[in-house]
């Protein structure tokens, strides 16, 4: 079993971002990360890794590899995951814009990917930085194989060559499906608790190193959106504090719903 594990390192804009001018608007967070910027794994990506390592200590002959897109930064992540339990760690090196620009990391990946045949791919179900949501299917479209979002439970048959999963729907509901490998999950959080990476597994990190693979940091071929600007979210709500005895608590409250109609 072959499973690649797709992470990404993520800044801290607190850090990289001068006291009070995030939200500025000539200040572009996407071109403020360089190769000398404090990056780690996004927290999304840990249990798709944990979910991996998980699958391999149960089934024997079973390879992790890692890749992640980014900027020289990105390493740390890959030998985080490394020390998780993964086997080895391919950094496809390109700027922190581009490594944010969905569709370029996904083919990216893909180009990588596809010269391997990998049984299982994993991503985590989005990232810290941009929350798109979008790598891991994009990442399916481009290999042509089945994939699914937000899985909560996974069962992985090997000799059938397929895997169930449970998945997050809209409504909170849940859907129970069967895809046939190869395939991409993206994993939710809660699956599972992802461990500390082990000293012994971070010093092979170290000794064995990472394959490192230039990436295209120029302006990305596709580039289906572009940033306008930052700025807070807007308050567009205000809440009330109904004060008094218990029952004219209740009495306002309902006074309250009925107008808006929320209570007849």
Known sequence: MDILVCVKAVPDFDQIAPSGRLWDDDFDPLKSVDDDSE???????????????????????????????????????????????????????????????????????????????????????????????????????????????????????????????????EGGARALLELDLPALVTIQTGINIPRYPSLSNMLRANKTGIQTIPGDSSEPRDRPFTVAGYRPPEKKRDGWVIEGTPREKAEELIRMLRQKSLLS
Request: glycine share 6%.
């Open 39 to 169: 990056l780690y794994m996004n927290r999304f990506d840990e249990p798709a890794v944990e979910e991996a390592v998980l699958i391999k200590e149960a089934l024997s002959e079973t390879t992790i590899d890692i890749v992640s897109v980014g900027p020289e930064g990105a390493q740390k992540a890959i030998k985080r995951a490394i020390g998780m339990g993964a086997d080895s760690g391919t950094h496809i090196q390109t700027n922190y814009e581009a490594a944010c620009n969905a569709m370029h990391t996904a083919r990216a990946i893909a180009e990588f990917a596809g010269r391997k045949s990998y049984d299982l791919i994993f991503t985590g179900v989005m990232s810290e930085d941009m929350m798109q949501f979008q790598v891991g299917p994009m990442l399916a479209q481009y290999l042509n194989i089945p994939w699914k979002t937000a899985v909560i439970r996974q069962a992985l048959d090997a000799e059938k060559a397929r895997i169930s999963v449970e998945q997050e729907i």
